[in-house]
C-alpha cells in the first residue's frame, strides 16, 4: 500500500469504487476492468473480454489469474470442438463486500498496532 493510498482514507466522501477495490485489494485499472466486465454478463470467455477490453490473450489472463488467486473470480470448464475452454463468474456482491470489510478491518487494526508502537 502506498502513503496516497492511505491519505484516501482520509477524504472517504471523495472515494469511488475503483479505489476501494484498487487500495484495498491491490488491483489495477485494467484488472478491476475485467472485474466489472464479468459482474455485468456472467460466463464471458477471456474470447469476449479481449474484444470488449482491447487487450490482447496474456494480459487479460494475467489479471484473470489475479482476480480468481485473490477470490473476486471463479470459473467453469466447457467442453469446445477441441478440448474446453473456462467461463468467468464474478463473486457475489455480498460476498465481495465482505471481503472489503474484512480487510478494512485487518486494515484499522494493523494500523492502530503501529500508532501504539509510536
Same mark, same amino acid.
Do not use: H
Given at each position: 500500500?502506498?502513503?496516497?493510498?492511505?491519505?484516501?482514507?482520509?477524504?472517504?466522501?471523495? #472515494?469511488?469504487?475503483?479505489?476501494l477495490l484498487q487500495?484495498?485489494?491491490?488491483?489495477?485499472?485494467?484488472?478491476?476492468?475485467? /472485474?466489472?466486465?464479468?459482474?455485468?454478463?456472467e460466463g464471458t470467455?477471456?474470447?469476449?473480454?479481449?474484444?470488449?477490453?482491447?487487450?490482447?490473450?496474456?494480459?487479460?489472463?494475467?489479471?484473470?489469474?489475479? #482476480? #480468481?488467486?485473490?477470490?473476486?473470480? /471463479?470459473?467453469?470448464?466447457?467442453?469446445?470442438?477441441?478440448?474446453?475452454?473456462?467461463?468467468?463468474?464474478?463473486?457475489?456482491?455480498?460476498? #465481495?463486500?465482505?471481503?472489503?470489510?474484512?480487510?478494512?478491518?485487518?486494515? /484499522?487494526?494493523?494500523?492502530?498496532?503501529?500508532?501504539?508502537?509510536?
Amino acid at each position: 500500500m502506498r502513503v496516497t493510498d492511505i491519505c484516501l482514507f482520509n477524504d472517504a466522501g471523495k #472515494l469511488k469504487k475503483e479505489d476501494l477495490l484498487q487500495c484495498l485489494l491491490d488491483l489495477g485499472p485494467l484488472e478491476i476492468k475485467v /472485474y466489472k466486465k464479468i459482474s455485468a454478463k456472467e460466463g464471458t470467455t477471456i474470447k469476449q473480454l479481449c474484444k470488449e477490453t482491447g487487450k490482447n490473450r496474456t494480459t487479460v489472463q494475467k489479471s484473470i489469474t489475479k #482476480l #480468481l488467486e485473490i477470490g473476486l473470480l /471463479y470459473r467453469r470448464k466447457s467442453p469446445a470442438k477441441r478440448g474446453y475452454y473456462y467461463k468467468y463468474w464474478a463473486l457475489p456482491k455480498k460476498k #465481495l463486500k465482505q471481503m472489503l470489510r474484512n480487510n478494512t478491518w485487518t486494515w /484499522y487494526i494493523n494500523v492502530n498496532r503501529l500508532i501504539d508502537n509510536l
